[in-house]
């Protein structure tokens, strides 16, 4: 690529607001923001289910950890049917189901119809990630893979912020059913503007420009690749496991934070849901802020691992440093700015995590990403159900962030074997 070309592709990509692939990137960030509203809302309405319902903190884990299944067992299954089929299809399926098991969580009447629309609503999300960046692969430039991941990561993590509060307001006009009702047809609403603007080759845009075209990757359509899944599991197997370093404590947040305020300090409804929206925010600014450091790096340096792995260690060890911390105080207003500093340092990680599948294999980034993802979908189900164990154990809400620092510090560790900077090729040498 020439020189020319390089300097025009971020002239056009911060000054064309509403260019074609600055539409699709909005797409995807209200797609992350709406996935992760439909994804914990629960955590904000738990204590009000557990009451109604009267279920225990371990069957509550258990509640929450059956989105995690269908991750684990449909997520590369997912990815592959985006690289075959492409993510304008597969995302259209996908969020429509996830927003049916969201509305029909409103109709539940006990602890099995909440395990079953959970497994339900993560058999819709299970897809949509990897989905998402198959699509996103397509349409971005790989100088800003940190960049792109890092902003619809931390639409996410606001949808993380904005939610607790939502639903608090939702819970006062029509209760904690009338909250799943709204939020399942506003993700539907979703589907039809995605099906109606997005392509997969970016080419067949209506609204394309030939400037918006500069560095997009040249690909093979989906059906002329046969993923080789022995050796792309193998090599992304040291992406998975630091992943799942991340994802326990990252679910540790999403799934026990507003119930950390609401039952472990005993706030009311507004109070807890305020302070876990505090903490939540910190990570919005985490998802992107690790994603334009990481890119930055990776300019300056032409260094991929380098680029990827310097934030990723930052983040982890910051926000293992924090929770030691946080062990240690006894103020709620200090344990909040502790729980806040290392939401901030954990979601740092995000967005060079992600960015490593498109590194490594940018022809499967699909099925890559989901492969990683895996890593998240199993930490979502043992570290759900361990929290609850323990708190029903020992009823100390500070004892589980102790496997948080310890995971932390291995996932450092073993990032140092996912080689980003090594492309994957199709055939072996």
């Known amino acids: 690529m020439t020189e020319q070309a390089t300097a025009l592709r971020p002239t056009h990509w911060s000054k064309s607001i509403f260019s074609a692939p600055n539409v699709v990137l909005g797409l995807l960030c209200i797609l992350y923001f709406s996935a992760y509203v439909d994804r914990v809302n629960i955590s904000t309405t738990a204590g009000m289910m557990r009451k109604e319902f009267g279920i225990s903190n371990v069957e509550m884990g258990v509640v929450f950890s059956a989105f995690a299944y269908p991750y684990v067992l449909f997520m590369v299954f997912g990815g592959w049917l985006a690289d075959r089929f492409g993510a304008r299809r597969v995302l259209m399926v996908c969020v429509s189901v996830a927003a049916v098991a969201t509305f029909c969580t409103s109709l539940v009447s006990g602890v099995v119809g909440l395990f079953m629309c959970r497994l339900l609503l993560g058999f819709g999300e299970s897809v949509m990630f990897p989905s998402a960046t198959r699509g996103m692969q397509a349409w971005i430039p790989s100088d800003r893979y940190g960049f792109v991941q890092g902003i619809t990561h931390s639409f996410s993590r606001l949808g993380n912020a904005v939610t607790p509060p939502i639903v608090a307001a939702l819970v006062i006009l029509w209760g904690w059913r009338g909250s799943f009702a709204v939020m399942g047809v506003m993700t539907l609403a979703w589907v039809g503007f995605w099906v109606y603007y997005y392509r997969d080759d970016p080419r067949d845009h209506p609204k394309i420009r030939p400037e918006d075209l500069i560095g997009l990757p040249e690909r093979a359509p989906a059906k002329a690749r046969k993923i080789p899944w022995l050796r792309l599991g193998w090599r992304m197997a040291p992406v998975t496991f630091t992943y799942f370093c991340y994802g326990w404590s990252a679910w540790v947040y999403l799934n026990w934070l507003p119930s950390f305020f609401f039952e472990g300090q005993g706030f009311d409804l507004k109070k807890s849901a305020a302070f876990a929206s505090g903490v939540f925010f910190a990570g919005v600014v985490g998802d992107t802020v690790g994603g334009l450091m990481s890119d930055a790096v990776k300019r300056r340096t032409g260094n991929v691992k380098l680029a990827r792995l310097s934030v990723l260690w930052i983040g982890m060890l910051g926000s293992a440093v924090c929770l030691t911390a946080m062990m240690y105080l006894h103020d709620i207003m200090w344990i909040s700015l502790a729980l806040a500093a290392g939401f901030f340092f954990l979601e740092l990680v995000i967005a060079p995590a ?71 090729i199709d055939e072996p040498a």
């Open 354 to 424: 992600w960015a490593v599948p498109m590194d490594i294999a940018p022809q499967y980034a699909g099925t890559a990403s989901a492969m990683m993802n895996i890593g998240f979908a199993v930490a979502g189900i043992l570290s759900s159900v361990s929290f609850g164990w323990i708190l029903d154990l020992t009823g100390n809400w500070y004892l589980p962030f102790l496997c948080s620092i310890g995971l932390m510090l291995a996932g450092t560790m073993t990032s140092l074997l996912m080689h980003p900077e090594r492309p994957f």
